[in-house]
């Protein structure tokens, strides 16, 4: 049966001290409920309707989905209020699954167990067992071990406040029965609220089958309520990105040292050292060595690389047995082929390094194309700017260009050419030539030296 899916975000989360929703707040670089959303859709949910309010601005510049669906709760009056916002989009004969937005790491297994419980009866939760569950409301069973009610801690009876199993706030029901306990809520309450725990009794009085499914580990129910609480849940989510990388066959220097934003796909046998930080989609092929403090986002990284120390790969590939780093910098559009080298302090914008070409050291290669087995001097700069336009710097196959040369574009070196050391240039350089261009060198004997005035 096809299901909806109705997310909880309408809190500011005033305990984050923060200007921005709690619910745009990042676990492993991607928005809170952005991460909720991603997991309903890969589950093919047919609508996920967002219930929102503070920030809606913000979250609407922010957050996306194919078949998100917002609604607007414009005064919070309690989670039963939140969910009758969107009561007007559940259709009769779908099943709605509940879901808060700030408990990011709830996984698509966990809630596929909720929706093959609900498969079985006709209201599902989900509830997990704590150690010390003071404060949370308790799950209430009858004798046959269908659930009877949930019993607030300040409610609950001495024998309840025993139980260990409490409610997350997270549920299953089907559509039709949804809307007709949420037109009978009441806020007859302290808080003057409309809670949606008491659905569960209004189930209950009906006879309804209520069972629970609980998740692998508690830590996917968990709620953020202020950057400790986000940061508990961050180390959690690393912790299990980087089992999973080492699962895959790679080898981690320290797990807890390893930072992913995003989704890393690894060949055999890569070694990963300390403090590496990977965002967006990155892949990694067989052998690959990335080194201590290095930073790759959305790039390819080829067969038996390198990677050396406090290295910059962003939107970048790099092909098999290359060589990067340390201390060097690819940017977007980067590209090296098999066997090209690029030392410390070297940074590649929008070029091209052929297949066995070497940039050493204290080089800018931008807006460039470098052919085959080129050498690239020392301190040399592809002048691509001119305060206006950018223009392209090709440079042939096997061509030596010496250190602290200026290649002004739009400009090309022939293959085979050779660049004099220092040297700027403006015009063509022909395959096999040898061009030098720099200023004559004098020498002034007995030159006096300036004394302090």
Known sequence: ??????????????????????????????????????????????????????????????????????????????????????????????????????????????????????ARCDLALLTVN??????????????????????????????????????????????????RWLDNLSNDNAQGEYYLTDVIAMAASEGKAIQAAQPDEVIEVEGVNNREHLAKLERALQKWQASALMHNGATLADPARVDIRGNVTTGQDVFIDVNAVFEGQVVLGNNVVI?????????????????????????????????VGPFARLRPGAIMHKGAKVGNFVEMKKSVLGEGAKANHLT????????????????????????????????????????NSSLVAPVEIGDNATVGA?????????????????GKQRNIASWPRPTKK
């Not at 001495?158 to 949804?178: H, S, Y």
């Not at 290095?294 to 962003?314: Q, W």
């Not at 220092?422 to 720099?438: C, P």
Request: charge should be negative.
């Open 291 to 323: 080194g201590p403090n290095c930073v790759l986002k959305d790039c390819e990284i080829g067969d038996d690389v390198t990677i050396e120390a406090n290295s910059i790969v962003e939107q970048a590939q790099v092909d098999s047995d290359c060589n």
């Open 422 to 438: 220092g040297s700027t240039i403006t015009s063509t350089v022909e395959n096999d030539a040898l061009a030098v261009a720099r």
């Open 364 to 403: 800018y290669l931008g807006d460039a194309t470098i052919g085959p087995k080129a050498n690239i001097g020392a301190g040399t700069i592809t002048c691509n700017y001119d305060g206006v336009n950018k223009s392209k710097t090709v440079i042939g196959a096997n061509a030596f260009i010496g250190s």
């Open 130 to 179: 704590l150690d010390d569950p003071t404060g949370m409301g308790r799950i209430v069973r009858e004798d046959n071990g269908n659930i009877a009610a949930i019993v607030e801690h300040k409610d609950a009876s001495d024998a309840q406040r025993e139980i260990t199993e409490i409610n997350t706030g997270m549920m299953m029901m089907n559509g039709k029965d949804l809307k």
């Open 1 to 118: 049966m096809a299901f909806s899916v109705v997310i909880l975000a309408a809190g500011k989360g005033t305990r984050m001290k923060s200007g921005l929703p709690k619910v745009l707040h990042k676990v492993g670089g991607v928005p809170m409920v952005q991460r909720i959303i991603n997991t309903v859709e890969r589950m093919q949910a047919s609508a996920v309707h967002l219930v929102y309010g503070h920030g809606g601005d913000q979250l609407q510049s922010t957050v996306s989905g194919n078949t998100l669906n917002w609604c607007l709760q414009a005064e919070q009056l309690g989670t039963g209020h939140a969910v009758q916002q969107a009561a007007g989009h559940v259709k009769d004969d779908e099943d709605v699954l509940i879901l808060v937005g700030d408990a990011p790491l709830i996984t698509e297994q966990t809630l596929q167990r909720l929706v093959d419980v609900k």
